[in-house]
């Protein structure tokens, strides 16, 4: 079949036209790494995941992340501020290794519930920007782990129980209180725990009702004290040069999925601590709440001078924005 010259132009110019549009879309196209070390099956896995498919949905498919595991959460500041990686998602206890004012989400007892814990973050918000921006970065979002409290082999009542008891935490700064409280207190991370809970030489851990879920914690210590002595941060953040690569579409996008993750992980958080209660109680584990009155009263006599030394670290500035969250708390 033969077709008139003027027909074969009005059929392949179109095409011609998806092609060149198609290619372009192609070459628009970014890959971002994120570094994270929580799997899928933990909240702020979740979390990693639900970000990744709200960018890909809101760049309508022009930028796409892909995960890294094999970059120490320790090394997440630095890969993040020379290029290495893209993104990183990081306890802010880890990140208060190298900057001190990223303690403040884990200093014991100064949120003691989620919507103080929500207060704090948005009164320090600004600060984490600026800090990060000295570092090459910008803050993307940040969500809370539920409230801290102590996974145990047997029910913990006071100090005395914690004498010479190897436990598991996470930052320097509960390492500290456990120190303070006799006990024998170890900063791991969760592939490293593992190994240690098989061969029983880890008692007891600092962590939320949901890491421990997620960890299985309760095939080890059965028992679980609801301390809420803290709800430290996971921060995520972003190499400030991959940023201004993008083109304005896809900073719109990666700016709009941190919001709106940010807003919904705030929101469910009471909910799935309730739902963790529920569960961590149908796999076999005790719930006790309250925490005994002794154990909550040594808890904070042993965490004050982590906030005294917090406060020697910072700025004036610093300890200016914890004030003012503090005297903002209404009467307990």
Do not use: C
Request: charged share 20%; proline share 6%; net charge negative.
């Amino acid at each position: 079949m033969i077709i008139a010259p003027r027909l074969r132009n009005w059929l392949t110019g179109p095409l011609l036209m998806t092609g060149l549009l198609a290619a372009s879309a192609l070459q628009a196209q970014s890959t971002l790494s994120m570094s994270s070390a929580y799997g899928s099956g933990t909240l702020m896995g979740e979390r990693a995941k639900e970000f990744s498919q709200k960018v890909a949905e809101q760049s309508q498919g022009t930028l796409a992340i892909s995960p890294r595991s094999d970059i120490p959460a320790e090394s997440n500041l630095q890969a993040a501020t020379n290029g290495v990686i893209d993104i990183a998602a990081t306890l802010s206890g880890t990140l208060a290794n190298e900057i001190p004012f990223f303690g403040l989400s884990s200093l014991p007892s100064v949120a003691q519930d989620l919507d103080e814990a929500h207060r704090l973050y948005l009164t320090a918000k600004p600060r984490y920007r600026e800090l990060l921006k000295e570092q090459n970065q910008r803050l993307l979002f940040a969500l809370p782990w539920p409230p801290s409290g102590l996974w145990s082999k047997e029910p913990i009542d006071d100090a005395d129980d914690m004498a010479g008891l190897p436990i598991r935490t996470y930052d320097r700064n509960t390492q500290r209180v456990l120190l303070n409280l006799g006990a024998n207190p170890h900063i791991l991370s969760w592939a490293k725990l593992s190994p240690l809970l098989e061969d029983g030489s880890i008692h007891a851990a600092l962590t939320s009702a949901m890491g421990g879920v997620s960890a299985e914690l309760y095939r080890y210590m059965p028992n679980f004290t609801t301390l809420n002595y803290a709800m430290p941060l996971n921060i995520v953040h972003m190499n400030a040069d991959s940023f201004n690569a993008l083109d304005k579409q896809q900073q719109t996008a990666l700016l709009s999925a941190a919001e709106a993750i940010e807003d919904a992980g705030w929101a469910a958080t009471s909910k799935i601590l309730a739902e963790t209660h529920v569960t961590l109680q149908a796999e076999g584990a005790r719930l006790i709440s309250p925490a005994p009155a002794d154990l909550l009263r040594d808890f904070e006599k042993a965490s004050q001078h982590v906030t005294d030394s917090w406060k020697q670290k910072v700025s004036h500035q610093d300890r200016a924005l914890l004030q003012q969250y503090l005297d903002s708390r209404p009467e307990k």
